[in-house]
């Protein structure tokens, strides 16, 4: 199966300031990488969608200056969190599929954030 | 609202057994359905991918769809301990957006 990579794995910040996770697709190019949050023992939470080259799509109730994605090529995007609180400390998971509609989505390792 | 609907669990089998998990769809339009294995602290990963009526085998497991009843399943057969965690459903709607189900956990007792 495809590989993504995401980084870092696990980022402890303080309070208000930002943080950069990379998604990167490292055996394919993604035309389309999803960011998603997950809380302990809750399912996965899309938080929006990226296409390359394009503004990101974001689901209802996320914050779109709070949470800036950039998708600058077809292997790599960016999910920053910025002026990060402890409520946004969880488990960000990015995945990325090469076409539409059959296509799978292969999944990142997950980053975990922990804001103090 | 486009929806993919599990029994959240937990499903308890004995080691050797089969785990049968259950999803449905509201979208008619979804083409293609799959099934990720998630387990505790980590991210999913893809088990199986189906796009056809009946079923579909790898190894021990098989994914059966119906799209008349809009039902997807799982079946995990000579079920082990490390065949716990959590089962993810996921359904591509028409609009090429996927939906996951809440997921169901499940527990293979050695």
């Known amino acids: 199966g495809a590989v993504v990579s995401q980084h870092p794995s696990r980022v402890i910040c303080k309070s208000g300031t930002s943080v950069k996770i990379e998604c990167r697709s490292l055996?394919?190019?993604?035309?389309?990488m999803f960011w998603y949050r997950q809380f302990p023992k809750q399912s996965l939470m899309l938080m929006a969608t990226?296409?390359?080259?394009?503004?990101?799509?974001?689901e209802q109730g996320v914050e779109k200056d709070k949470f800036l994605i950039n998708h600058a090529s077809l292997t790599l995007s960016t999910l920053t969190v910025t002026s990060a609180h402890p409520e946004d400390s969880s488990f960000y998971i990015c995945?990325?599929?090469?076409?539409?509609?059959?296509?799978?989505?292969?999944f990142g390792p997950g980053t975990r954030l922990l804001v103090l | 609202q486009k929806e993919v609907e599990q029994n959240s669990g937990p499903l308890s089998v004995p080691e050797g057994a089969i785990a049968s998990l259950n999803c449905t769809y509201s979208?008619?339009?979804?083409?293609?359905f799959f099934w990720y294995r998630q387990y505790s602290g980590k991210s999913p990963e893809l088990i199986m991918s189906?796009?056809?009526?009946g079923d579909k085998e790898d190894g021990r497991f098989t994914a059966q769809l119906n799209k008349a009843s809009q039902y997807v399943s799982l079946l995990i057969r000579d079920s082990q301990p490390s065949d716990s965690a959590t089962y993810l459903c996921?359904?591509?709607?028409?609009?090429?957006?996927?939906?996951f189900g809440a997921g169901t956990r499940l527990f293979v007792k050695a």
């Open positions: 995945s990325a599929r090469v076409g539409r509609e059959l296509e799978t989505q292969y």
């Open positions: 055996d394919f190019q993604a035309t389309t």
């Open positions: 990226s296409n390359e080259g394009s503004k990101a799509t974001y």
């Open positions: 979208d008619r339009g979804s083409q293609s």
């Open positions: 189906i796009y056809s009526n």
């Open positions: 996921a359904g591509n709607t028409g609009g090429f957006k996927t939906i």
